[in-house]
């Protein structure tokens, strides 16, 4: 091989080289893209990490908080969007989104000083007044909260979560009716979050409209079918309008969802009360009371009456005879007792 030859070679060499180290760089951002796109978060971290390894990236880092973020893990998401801000303290985004985390750890001080940061950058950036609403909602403000979430949707009538802030606020307000108004809003721009629905079903339960609140309960269930909450609500619903198999199987999902929820064994043994199944009434109210022994409404089931109900049910023969020796008994009481009273009017003339 000649001289020429080898450095073609080393050449076409390095030439491959480069351009797989670049293409591996390129494909592991782009494949953590796809993976948080898919919900795929975990796997969106590791591509967003190897990326980083090798090649510093704005980007790579905002990708990766706002995928922690939705991992829940905050304390990493507020480290990467500080890192986004260190290299370019103009991106408003990254304040924002770093925002939201501090909300999410209790440091609300630090959110609304980011939101206000992103404020000053971008004085129409209609999420920064919603992330100051939401802090003032959570610190009890309801007034100042409804006045920055009216500026959001003034500057960008879409803002559906905006709708859906203020409209938790009117129901802290007990404005259930305007709350209601402004929910719809919120699911005409998006029919696809189920926490809409959920809060709209909230306040019809609250107007004591169960049958719209099951509505809504199970459309919310369609788009969330692992939210355990929203069976709980919707059981209450069935509950409270009679439809006691309908509760049963939805407080059965919450239980086989967390075997320790007290509160839907509850409405377990309250429903099976109802149906006369006493035996399983027993079962539940003894499952509560083996996980809570103060339950607080313990008082509202009398055990001693399930046992003897139950028995009775069990034994319906005995029971009608038990009843009726019951009833002759007290009709001979009383033809006795006026008897004695007719002996002692004769006397007395």
């Known amino acids: 091989m000649t001289k020429a030859t080898n450095i073609k070679f080393v050449a076409l060499f390095t030439l491959v080289w480069v351009v797989n180290t670049l293409t591996a760089q390129v494909s592991f951002f782009d494949k953590g893209l796809d993976a948080f796109e898919r919900g795929k978060y975990e796997n969106a971290i590791e591509f967003y990490t190897l990326f980083l390894e090798d090649h510093e990236s704005i980007n790579a880092h905002f990708n990766r908080g706002l995928t922690y973020y939705k991992l829940k893990k905050f ?12 290299k370019d303290r103009n991106d408003y985004e990254a304040y924002y989104n770093r925002g939201l985390s501090y909300i999410e750890v209790g440091l609300f001080d630090k959110a609304s000083e980011d939101f206000n940061l992103a404020l000053e950058l971008n004085p129409d950036f209609d999420k920064a007044f919603l992330g100051i609403g939401t802090v003032l909602s959570m610190q009890g403000k309801y007034d100042e909260a409804l006045d920055f979430f009216n500026k959001s949707i ?44 959920e809060a709209r079903a909230d306040i019809n339960y609250k107007l004591e409209k169960p049958e719209l609140s099951i509505e809504d309960y199970s459309k919310a269930i369609d788009l969330s079918p692992e939210n355990s909450t929203l069976y709980f609500n919707r059981g209450i619903s069935y509950y409270d309008m009679k439809k006691y198999s309908n509760a049963k199987n939805d407080f059965q999902y919450v239980v086989y969802k967390n075997e320790y929820d007290e509160d839907a064994y509850w409405y377990l043994a309250l429903a099976d009360i109802q149906t006369r199944d006493y035996e ?3 079962a539940y109210y003894d499952k509560v009371l083996s996980l809570n022994p103060n339950y607080e409404y313990k008082w509202a089931i009398n055990r001693r009456q399930l046992v003897i109900k ?5 034994n319906l023969v005995y029971s009608i005879l038990l009843v009726g020796l019951f009833v002759l008994c007290i009709f001979f009481l009383f033809k006795l007792l006026q008897k004695r009273k007719r002996n002692k009017e004769i006397k007395t003339t």
């Open 75 to 86: 304390d990493q998401s507020i480290h990467d969007f500080s890192v986004v801000i260190n």
């Open 154 to 197: 003034e500057i960008n009538e879409y803002n559906d979560v905006a709708y859906y802030r203020k409209s938790l606020v009117l129901i802290e307000q007990k404005e259930y009716k305007d709350a209601l108004a402004i929910l719809n809003k919120a699911i005409e721009i998006d029919s696809t979050n189920s926490m809409y629905y």
């Open 280 to 282: 399983m009434a027993i």
């Open 310 to 314: 139950k028995w009775m049910s069990e």
